[in-house]
């Protein structure tokens, strides 16, 4: 009979930039039993809404993750303007999703290059993140931030994109669209990746349903959820279907980001086109009274935004519920009985974003 | 086949120029929008403190007293939200980021002397002697903003 071992797993490892820690259980080199354990990271970003007011709060709440910071920002501003019932101004919405979805392909192309690394794939890795810089200029440009934009604000937004500029973003796009397909044929049909990813960490679509998985890692399940349908912001006036994957295993969850990755882009082409002129901003009266959730797709998956205002200047109380704290649940579940090698992938495919859960 | 795409990518890489900046060493282009570091005309301040009151980080102390303004270089965040408030329009955002260090730096600027107020009309006399000290000291600290050479010490955290 084997004897059964417990191995510690991070929270400084090499392939996890992100501190958590697991206590693996092994016996013969198969994981039996995975028990998490976070707390590394913890800020209290959100006890500081009692200490900053609400306007300024934003700038906080935007950094709470520096990969989805826009989502973030966007998401607090929803939620204390459905508190405060403000008519956010139409191009303004549209801004708002032409920079959310530039997050979520910088947020994905990052991704890809993780797992790249992760297997060993190094040139991958580098190439992932060079077309990620271009992203990142056109952030630079537009909003004055590479990682954080503090472009969002209650009411509306802080920064306007010219004509030019809008033109300027859709043939960086167009650019970046061709070096994206040359690499979606090695993340998706080069042999050594695929013997690394096709059927491991295999997810169920009721296991899926039942762990309450979210984003990526849901839609790998086949389970069809996406908050963009609710047609906040812009999202109603674009044409869009979520991508969903059937097989469940961490190829399919690389692939079903790739594919987000040209959706997004598909996405903003159409915001280009549609946008009106307009306002960018209106003014915010008065002080938050109430209570208002608001739900974001961020690019991990569904965040949720509750605030309760008392009519003073500084919410009563701020509550940010990030997408990786739902798929820590699944993750767990995929890594009973995974080998000890591929650990690193499954916890690198649902894209973990440790400082976002802690908060 | 995929290796064989990758490999063009790669190769093709061989003869490009990097896509890194060896930065700071080689200074990079700046976005007329880029976040770089807030810079402050002290001339037209007024010491009213409002900035120091909305800072998210309180990167920012205001002295009414010795009549200075103060920025905490690393505890800055550049949100930019003390360039919105400030009712003067003194404070700016320069699209430049502030100097690699190895050390917490503070900028200290400082407004001159406030001017003596001028004497009743019936002593024309000592207005006209005031008036002329007062240029005076203002060329010993030029440009109304001084910086100072010495950082001041970051607080202890």
Redesign the interface.
């Known amino acids: 009979m084997s004897k059964r071992t417990i191995i510690p797993f991070g929270p400084q490892h090499p392939v996890l930039p992100e501190p958590v820690h697991l206590d693996l259980v092994i016996e013969d080199e198969r994981v039996v039993e995975a028990i998490p354990s976070i707390g590394y990271i913890h800020r209290g970003l959100e006890k500081l809404v009692e200490k900053?007011?609400y306007t300024?709060m934003v700038?906080?709440i935007e950094?709470v993750c520096g990969i989805c910071s826009f989502g973030h920002g966007w998401g607090y501003c929803k939620s204390v303007e459905g508190n405060m019932e403000i008519v956010v101004p139409e191009r303004a919405e549209y801004l708002r999703c032409i920079w959310h979805e530039l997050s979520r392909i910088h947020s994905h192309l990052l991704w890809l290059g993780l797992l790249a690394d992760g297997f060993g794939f190094e040139?991958?890795f580098m190439?992932s993140w060079?077309i990620r810089?271009s992203i990142l200029d056109i952030f630079?440009?537009?909003?004055?931030?590479r990682v954080?934009f503090?472009v969002c604000k209650l009411g509306g937004v802080r920064?306007d994109i010219s004509a030019e500029g809008l033109a300027e973003i859709a043939g960086i796009l167009e650019g970046i669209k061709g070096?994206l397909t040359?690499?979606t044929?090695?993340f998706l049909?080069?042999y050594s990746v695929k013997n690394r990813l096709v059927g491991v960490g295999k997810l169920s679509y009721s296991d899926a349903v039942e762990l309450c998985t979210v984003g990526p890692m849901a839609r790998a399940s086949g389970v069809v959820q996406d908050i963009r349908l609710d047609g906040h912001g812009a999202y109603g006036k674009l044409d869009f279907a979520p991508v969903t994957e059937e097989a469940g295993d961490c190829y399919a969850r690389c692939k079903v980001r790739i594919r987000e990755v040209f959706q997004s882009i598909a996405m903003i082409t159409q915001a280009i086109a549609q946008i009106p002129e307009g306002d960018i901003a209106v003014p915010v009266k008065g002080m938050p009274q109430g209570e208002f959730v608001a739900r974001m797709e961020q690019p991990r998956g569904e965040a949720y935004y509750y605030s309760i205002g008392n009519g003073s200047k500084f919410l009563q109380r701020m509550r940010v519920r990030t997408p990786t704290n739902m798929n820590i649940p699944a993750m767990v579940k995929t890594l009973q009985g995974c080998d000890l090698a591929d650990v690193p992938m499954l916890i690198l495919t649902i894209d973990p974003c440790i400082s976002c859960t802690e908060r | 086949m995929p290796v064989l795409k990758i490999g063009k990518m790669v190769m093709g890489s061989l003869f490009k120029k990097p896509a890194t900046l060896m930065y700071p060493v080689i200074s990079r282009e700046w976005q007329e929008r880029t976040r770089g570091q807030i810079a402050i005309e002290m001339d037209a301040c007024i010491l009213c403190g409002i900035c120091m009151r909305k800072c998210p980080t309180d990167a920012i102390t205001v002295e009414k007293a010795s009549r200075s303004w103060t920025i905490q270089r690393m505890q800055c965040i550049q949100c930019c939200c003390c360039v919105e408030v400030c009712p003067k329009k003194c404070l700016m955002n320069k699209p430049e980021y502030t100097t690699p260090d190895i050390k917490k730096i503070s900028d200290r600027f400082e407004k001159p002397p406030e001017e003596p107020k001028p004497a009743p009309a019936e002593k024309p006399a000592p207005a006209a002697g005031e008036a002329k000290a007062a240029p005076a000291e203002g060329a010993a600290k030029p440009a109304g903003a001084t910086k100072l050479e010495k950082p001041a010490p970051a607080p202890a955290e």
């Open positions: 900053r007011e300024e700038y906080v950094r040139s991958l190439h060079r810089e630079e440009k537009t909003t004055g931030g954080i503090s920064k070096e040359e690499l044929e090695v049909e080069d």
